[in-house]
């Protein structure tokens, strides 16, 4: 049995050439630089990496890409959705044997499900794949994945061995934790939603899929490795820190072209998006990249050109955010 995906997985940012088209090497060399600084695991052809503005033939091409240059050196999950059934069954099996870990499956788009069609589609997609299949839910784009969809999955389906929540839903998160692990304590819960990272995991999630990661693998990771030594203070407070940086970027024009400017700002020019923008849009996108230049200045890591991850320290704004987690958290305790 494999096992479980844990830790910070980065939804790879894809990047694109002065003619649209993907740039190979700025890819694998991006790669490298995300694995140097410490991110556990890599999610290429997800959200963040715009899956559903290439071709079934580029989406391909970028999982190549990704398996060839990562060499086993950490696992990677795989977004594998396309338009029906088939076609995603034949992109896990592909990408299962170019060497994926798993594979992600984001529930049905564009026509919206009740809940027995979204388990009819992953049951069928589960019981026809030769590679572990996450579960992707993103309400905000999707068919929701309910609870107790979840848990018939689950029990019905041992290809299918996690989640990716993208809803930011805590209690949520908490009811299928609660319903599924006493029933398959292999089944791995991951949290796309940074803004929620820290609570996540101190509900049970094993980890994230987060696009911050790809921006600020440092804090993502110092995140995580808090919170798996019981060191809830201090990655509440990197929580704080994360916080102001994630809304700027979510919130810069047209998504993801934030976390494409805060990626230029770490020097990765990864090109523009296939999604035009306008003249204005070009000026809000600007003003909000300066913005996320000043909030990335204060973290030490951006003062070295080192290439090994390193630890996050304090500054002098972090008394104001102890002081605001130390208020919560002994709130918590008395509850």
Not at 272 to 286: F, G, K
Request: proline fraction near 6%; aromatic fraction near 8%.
């Amino acid at each position: 049995m494999n096992q479980p995906l844990a830790g910070i997985f980065t939804p790879n940012i894809t990047p694109l050439d002065s003619k649209g088209r993907l740039d190979e090497q700025t890819l694998r060399s991006y790669v490298d630089w995300l694995i140097a600084k410490g991110v556990h695991g890599l999610y290429p052809n997800g959200s963040t990496g715009e899956f559903v503005r290439f071709t079934p033939e580029e989406r391909r091409r970028v999982i190549e890409v990704v398996v060839d240059q990562t060499k086993g050196r950490v696992p990677i999950l795989a977004g594998a959705a396309e338009a029906n059934v088939t076609e995603t069954i034949r992109a896990c099996d592909t990408y299962g044997a170019l060497g994926c870990r798993a594979v992600a499956i984001v529930a049905p788009f564009y026509y919206r499900l009740a809940p027995d069609g979204v388990f009819a589609y992953f049951k069928e997609i589960a019981d026809n794949v030769s590679v572990d299949v996450t579960l992707y839910n993103i309400p905000l784009f999707a068919s929701p994945i309910d609870v107790a969809t979840v848990k018939r999955l689950a029990q019905e389906c041992p290809r299918i061995v996690g989640i990716k929540d993208s809803s930011g839903d805590i209690p949520h998160m908490m009811r299928m934790i609660a319903e599924v692990r006493p029933l398959r304590p292999d089944f791995f819960f991951m949290t796309g939603w940074d803004a929620a990272l820290v609570p996540m995991l101190m509900v049970g999630c094993d980890g994230g899929t987060n696009a911050t990661s790809g921006v600020v693998p440092e804090l993502t990771r110092a995140i995580y490795e808090s919170a798996k030594a019981g060191q809830w203070d201090r990655a509440m407070q990197l929580q704080y820190r994360l916080l102001p940086l994630f809304d700027a970027m979510l919130a810069t024009v047209e998504f993801p072209e934030g976390f494409r400017r805060g990626a230029k700002i770490r020097g990765w020019d990864l090109g523009l998006s296939r999604q035009p923008l306008s003249p204005q849009q070009s000026t809000a996108a600007d003003a909000a990249q300066r913005r996320i230049q000043e909030m990335l200045a204060g973290f030490d890591f951006m003062q070295s050109n080192s290439a090994a991850p390193r630890s996050v320290a304090n500054d002098a704004s972090d008394m104001v955010i102890d002081r605001i987690v130390h208020e919560v958290l002994s709130q918590l305790r008395t509850r």
